[in-house]
């Protein structure tokens, strides 16, 4: 596996031809996946194909995702309905490539350096507390209240996807203020699922599953590379997760985590091979291994299963969570809901509350930085675009309100969802996109103009000064 995967000559001869079906066909799926907003499009759509299906044939909707399907070897067998295997097996790997990135971050990223990533952090970290007291504060009885975590999240393609659409509007340095917020976003969402979303604790399985998270870790250290050996114990480590109450999803980031970020080999060693050289499998293979070890783990398994997880997992996921019945029942009782509401003040009105709040704060307080380019208001809109809580905010709230007793509380749950999801782009769009146009308005983009008395003579002079 290398980072760069390039398709065989003949394909990208194919590809590259005046063929009907590369010229109408294949390029432009091609050019629409390499955008940032493509997993944001995939996820409305199914989101969307969800909505229609569930209020044209609500039993085929639920009878497809309460199939349930046996995983069985040997006298061992493990069954589950298909919406389980979807949020319990197919979001491990997307929680997998979370904590891969959030591990590339912390070592070779901007969360290693504290004064770049203070800010953000600390954005952060208000982002996560506010909207949660703001729910809270609607919802203070059971069984209302256990989802006091759903307004935390926020949901990363999208967030970037609004960003991508605001274009050069913004400061790029935006872009990677709002991708570290995300990142710490999501590791204090994974602490809230570890912790407050675990019932029925098995201590003999969690003990199976930190042996296997250990045996991983040793394994590194004694520098064994053999990839399928750690797939058989990631599977191990996932299974004993599952059995033992703690949500499976924490074992694909505990993974993430321990997959080495920083390559085998540095880039400044000098190949020991020449093509020459090839006579043989043996110096072939040590030739692979040698180009692709200049290449961090985390760095060649982000790009190979990243647009899995982005195109196919991520989707999947919305399609058998966001099918709703939105009968005039249904949507007056998500209205007069407590849930609804709480859910919708805690991303629109919480997230770029406490996330301007909080970096005001940092500012002030000198423990973080605003970077030049950077305006305040940018930091509310981003702010805003990080209340789009869609995938974790859905995902939560399924751990939150579980069995049929609930059903209803979820539905609402889920109403909030994707109603707050819409107002928060709407939001973060129009405060990113009018920051931008007031910052096109200066000939440079960084000349500020302000009133002075230059001449000490009482009156005011204009002066146009660089920021």
Not at 49 to 73: G, R
Not at 263 to 272: G, I, V
Not at 278 to 291: L, W
Not at 379 to 408: D, M, Q, R, S, Y
Request: proline residues 4%; without cysteine.
């Amino acid at each position: 596996m290398s980072a760069h995967h390039s398709l065989p000559i003949r394909d990208e001869a194919f590809t590259g031809s005046d063929h009907v079906i590369a010229r109408g066909v294949v390029r432009p799926v091609a050019t629409f996946l390499r955008r940032e907003t493509a997993a944001g499009v995939l996820l409305i759509l199914s989101t969307a194909v969800a909505l229609i299906w569930a209020n044209v044939d609500i039993e085929s909707y639920h009878h497809l995702w309460e199939t349930e399907i046996a995983l069985k070897i040997g006298d061992f067998e493990l069954t589950e309905p298909l919406e389980a295997w979807v949020n319990d097996a197919l979001m491990a790997l997307f929680f997998f490539v979370v904590g891969m990135e959030i591990k590339s971050e912390l070592v070779l990223g901007d969360l290693r350096n504290p004064r770049i990533a203070a800010l953000p952090a600390i954005g952060a970290l208000g982002g996560m507390i506010v909207p949660a007291a703001l729910y809270f504060a609607l919802n203070t009885s059971s069984p209302e209240s256990t989802g006091w975590g759903i307004p935390m999240a926020t949901d990363i393609a999208f967030a970037v996807g609004v960003l991508a659409l605001v274009g050069n509007h913004v400061p790029k340095q935006l872009s990677l203020f709002l991708l570290t917020l995300a990142i710490v976003d999501d590791i204090g969402a994974i602490a809230v699922i570890a912790i407050f979303y675990t019932s029925n604790l098995h201590l003999d399985w969690l003990a199976w599953a930190v042996a296997g998270l250990l045996l991983v870790f040793t394994l590194q250290r004694m520098r064994v590379w053999f990839v399928p050996v750690y797939s058989v114990i990631g599977m191990f480590v996932w299974f004993a997760t599952f059995e033992s109450g703690v949500h499976a999803t924490i074992a694909g980031v505990a993974l993430g985590l321990l997959t080495p970020a920083r390559p085998l080999l540095s880039s400044e060693e000098k190949l020991e091979f020449d093509a020459a050289d090839f006579t043989s499998s043996a110096k072939a293979r040590d030739a692979r291994f040698q180009v692709r070890e200049r290449v961090g783990v985390t760095s060649r398994l982000i790009t190979v299963l990243s647009p899995f997880t982005s195109y196919i997992v991520i989707p999947i996921f919305a399609l058998a969570n966001a099918g709703i019945l939105l009968s005039g029942d249904v949507v007056n009782d998500a209205l007069s809901s407590s849930v609804t509401l709480g859910i919708v003040m805690g991303l629109v009105i919480g997230k770029p509350l406490g996330i301007y709040a909080f970096a005001l704060v940092g500012i002030r307080s000198g423990i973080a930085t605003l970077p030049p380019a950077l305006k305040k208001t940018h930091i509310l809109g981003a702010g805003a675009v990080a209340g789009i809580g869609f995938t974790v905010a859905l995902f939560i709230n399924g751990l939150a309100f579980t069995g049929p007793e609930l059903e209803g509380i979820k539905d609402q749950a889920t109403i909030g969802i994707l109603a707050a999801s819409l107002l928060a782009t709407i939001v973060g769009f129009v405060i990113l996109r009018l920051t931008g146009a007031a910052h096109e308005g200066t000939p440079e983009g960084d000349l500020i103009a302000t009133m002075v008395d230059a001449d000490a003579d009482g009156t005011p002079d204009l002066e146009v000064i660089k920021r």
